[in-house]
Every structure is written in structure tokens, then in C-alpha cells.
């Protein structure tokens, strides 16, 4: 687990920004508590009624997250987790959503919260939920990446040549 080497960036006022959150359903302990981490990390950065919205799975999050930023949402934070299991599919998944995710940020030049949990294991993805008795607390962490990112963006896109 990484955990170390992680920027400190104190949280900032973020009032102004439409955000949204797409979250995957499987492994419903581990969502609950990314999805209430980026809760907090919304709370501590001021954001005003985020909207969240559910998907089935990693899989869906790319296409989902295409759409809000289609909407004009200035940051999509993405929270998900897969397991892995005995069979490819886990490599597939984890390939697609991080692809996808990043063709999203850059086709749309919105922020994207990469909160994706790819894990060898339940008890390492709940180690990194922001559970309680949790190390990490990555729903928090993407989203505030995401919020910093999307603040970055819109002083780029003001400057001009």
C-alpha cells in the first residue's frame, strides 16, 4: 500500500464548481465508504449539492462520467473497486475503466477523481475505503484531487496566449 509520498494540499473553496460523483455498486461496504469520503472531502472543500449518481459496476463508469461532463459539470469524480478473481476479467475491467476515464478528462478537458480501488484483494480495497480502522481514504482523496484539478483548469482556460 502506497500511503506514503501523498501531496498535502489543504482543502480550498470550491462553492463555485459543478461536480458530480459516478459510483459503481458492487462490493457495497467498500462503496459506502468511498462514496462517503468524497461526502466529507465535498464538506471540506465547500462544495455546493453534488450530485451522485449510481452505475452498475466499473465498467459503466467511463461512459456515465463522458455524459455528465457532456452536462458541464466541472469535475466527475469516478469511484469504483474490482477484486481480483481467477479469471482475465480483471484486467479487462481495470483496463477499460482507467482508459476510459482518461479519454473522458482529456476529450472534455474536465477534471476526473481517478477513485478507482484495484485490488488483490476484499480486505485491501477495505483498507483503502476510509472505512473505520481503514489506512487510506481514497473516495476523499479523489475527490479532492478532482476539485484541486478542476480549479487548475479553469485559471489554464482563463489565461490567454
Known sequence: MAGHGAPTAQPIDCHDLRVAVVAASWHTEVMDGLIAGAER???DHQVEAPVVVRVPGTFELPVVAAA???QGYDAVVALGVVIRGGTPHFDYVCNAATDGLTRVALDHQV???FGVLTCDDEQQAIDRAGLEGSKEDKGY??????LL???TLRKVKRRTP
Open 141 to 146: 482523496e479523489a475527490t479532492s484531487a478532482a
Open 111 to 113: 477534471a476526473i477523481g
Open 68 to 70: 455528465l461532463a457532456d
Open 149 to 151: 484539478t478542476a480549479q
Open 41 to 43: 472531502a465535498f464538506r
